[in-house]
């Protein structure tokens, strides 16, 4: 037996909101009490939950049209750092192969100097050796 439906005395406000909506339109429809103005009540207890749930579906609205708000913001950002990111990713990369260009000029450089000894070192053995043949 539904013990709020078939209360005698008025229920509180507060019991009111607590009960389901099934146990509430019970209470109308039965009417233990049998007052003609806890009718207009109930209707205004349905008025004030359904202003309720309103009230909480408008919190979630507003939230949820936030967070759209800051993914459409963000979408309309991002695409401006992007290519600076890239560029910086570029730039970085740029640096690298030209103090590898640099390290591999050095080294050429290096090479050459040594080429450069080996050939006149050849230059003076080549003049020795025909020196030597000469004088046998």
């Known amino acids: 037996m539904n013990t709020f439906a078939d209360k005698k005395e008025n229920p509180t406000t507060d019991e009111y909101l ?12 039965k009417n233990p009490s049998a007052l003609q103005s806890e009718e ?12 309720m749930i ?12 936030a967070i759209v708000a800051i993914a459409t913001a963000l979408l309309v950002i991002v695409p401006f750092f992007t290519p600076s990111f890239e560029t910086k990713k570029l ?36 003049n020795q050796v025909e020196k030597y043949n000469t004088s046998q």
């Open 91 to 126: 730039e970085a990369a740029l640096i690298a192969t030209k103090a590898t260009h640099n390290e591999l000029k050095t080294e050429l450089a290096a090479l050459k100097n040594e080429l450069l000894e080996s050939q006149r070192n050849i230059s003076v053995l080549k």
């Open 54 to 65: 309103n009230e909480k579906l408008t919190k979630w609205l507003i939230g949820l049209t």
């Open 40 to 51: 207009a009540f109930v209707h205004a207890v349905i008025t004030v939950r359904n202003a």
């Open 18 to 29: 607590k009960a389901s909506l099934n146990d509430v339109l019970d209470r109308l429809n």
